[in-house]
């Protein structure tokens, strides 16, 4: 069965750079959401969409942006890369707006190293 | 959003049962209880959820006592490959999906 697929897996960038990540969802998924976690931590919400329009903002720096296009896929945009950005950054994608009535289905990220 | 409370690290054997406990206390009518896994570097994965009462699917069970306050996920005759973050969620379908802090479930031969 097709799962989450994000791009790329590893990047390096250093500090003050631009990143983009990008998520496609599980065809006919409708909701993505992105997650930032760090070495040891547990997942961060950042922020999600539904239907192409952002639904939920969580802890996402301003320096941070993303969108879900028309094709559903979704880019988490990040500017002025800080040493602190380092970690896996992850894409979940469900078929409803909001899923504690539905699993989200996780992809297996992007590990972001900056420095 | 109904607070969650897990046990922060738990240990356990091969072929025992391991019944990782969640409390939230102030869980809503609407709210529904809902179990992930995460390996190290892989992204979490549902594992079960329940409204009320038990729920049983080929990976766990999940025990939700009649007041709600709490919840048991229940791994029958674990593995090594079972080590991982459990995490406890808990929210109804307009709430924000949040991660608290994991069980982190160590399993030794």
């Known amino acids: 069965a097709a799962g989450v697929i994000q791009s790329p897996r590893h990047l390096i960038k250093e500090k003050r750079e631009t990143a983009t990540l990008k998520c496609y969802p599980i065809?006919?998924?409708?909701?993505v959401y992105w997650y930032q976690q760090g070495p040891g931590q547990d997942p961060q919400f950042l922020i999600s969409?539904?239907?192409?329009?952002?639904?939920d903002k969580g802890s996402i720096p301003d320096r941070f942006s993303a969108q879900q296009f028309s094709d559903y896929h979704s880019e988490l945009n990040m500017s002025s890369l800080e040493l602190g950005d380092s970690a896996l950054y992850f894409c979940?994608?469900?078929?409803?707006?909001?899923?504690?009535?539905?699993?989200?289905?996780f992809g297996n990220g992007t590990r972001l190293t900056v420095t | 959003l109904a607070k969650t409370t897990q046990p922060i690290s738990m240990d356990s054997y091969e072929g025992q049962e391991v019944n990782i406990t969640c409390s939230h206390n102030?869980?809503?009518?609407?709210?529904?209880i809902t179990w992930y896994q995460q390996f190290p570097s892989q992204g979490p994965r549902f594992i079960i959820q329940?409204?009320?009462t038990k729920v049983t699917n080929e990976v766990a069970s999940l025990f939700i006592p009649a007041d709600r306050k709490s919840s048991t996920l229940s791994l029958p005759r674990v593995s090594l490959s079972d080590t991982a973050v459990y995490y406890c969620?808990?929210?109804?379908?307009?709430?924000?999906?949040?991660f608290g802090k994991g069980t982190r479930l160590h399993i030794l031969p």
């Open positions: 969620l808990v929210g109804s379908r307009d709430d924000k999906i949040i």
């Open positions: 979940a994608s469900s078929n409803q707006r909001s899923s504690y009535n539905s699993p989200l289905h």
């Open positions: 329940g409204y009320k």
């Open positions: 102030n869980i809503a009518t609407n709210d529904y």
């Open positions: 065809p006919r998924h409708d909701t």
């Open positions: 969409f539904y239907e192409k329009m952002q639904s």
